[in-house]
């Protein structure tokens, strides 16, 4: 049975769906699939950028001469980049969670699987590197 209509095809009176335990929130199914697709291109990008800073960081943590704050800078920006998309609150305690050690690897794997999530509730298929352009639907 479709989540959003009953048995006779109808619309459903409440129809919310459950979403990942990393959301955090209940959203109405209308909620997740008619997000606007210029939102799903700003998720999809911040997702690429979180995934490459992540990688990133962890390349230039071993370089020295101050390489690694520039990871780490990469890091925060991309972070709040995403969360903004996201409609997160308190986006800074994103990005400043991010500066933390040991707690900046957990918050971008947390903002990653709440960007993915948010893809995947829209149809968009989501690899191991993000979303494709091609894959989100045109507006």
């Known amino acids: 049975m479709n989540p959003i209509t009953n048995e006779s095809g109808a619309p ?14 209940q959203l109405t199914a209308g ?3 008619l997000r606007p697709p210029t939102d ?9 950028m979180v995934i490459y800073a992540l990688l990133g960081g962890m390349a230039l943590s071993f370089v020295p001469y101050g390489a690694g704050l520039v990871g780490l ?4 920006v991309s972070v709040v980049n995403l969360a903004r998309p996201l409609k997160l609150k308190n986006v800074w305690l994103w990005g400043i969670g991010t500066a ?3 707690l900046g690897i957990i918050v971008l794997l947390i903002i990653n699987a709440r960007a993915t ?23």
């Open 40 to 48: 799903l291109r700003a998720i999809a990008a911040g997702q690429r």
């Open 12 to 25: 459903a009176a409440d129809p919310y769906v459950p979403t990942p335990i990393l959301t955090g929130e």
């Open 73 to 76: 800078v990469w890091q925060v």
């Open 117 to 139: 999530a948010a893809l995947r509730a829209a149809g968009v298929r989501v690899g191991l590197l993000g979303a494709r352009d091609r894959d989100i639907p045109a507006a």
């Open 100 to 102: 933390v050690p040991l």
């Open 31 to 33: 909620e997740l699939l």
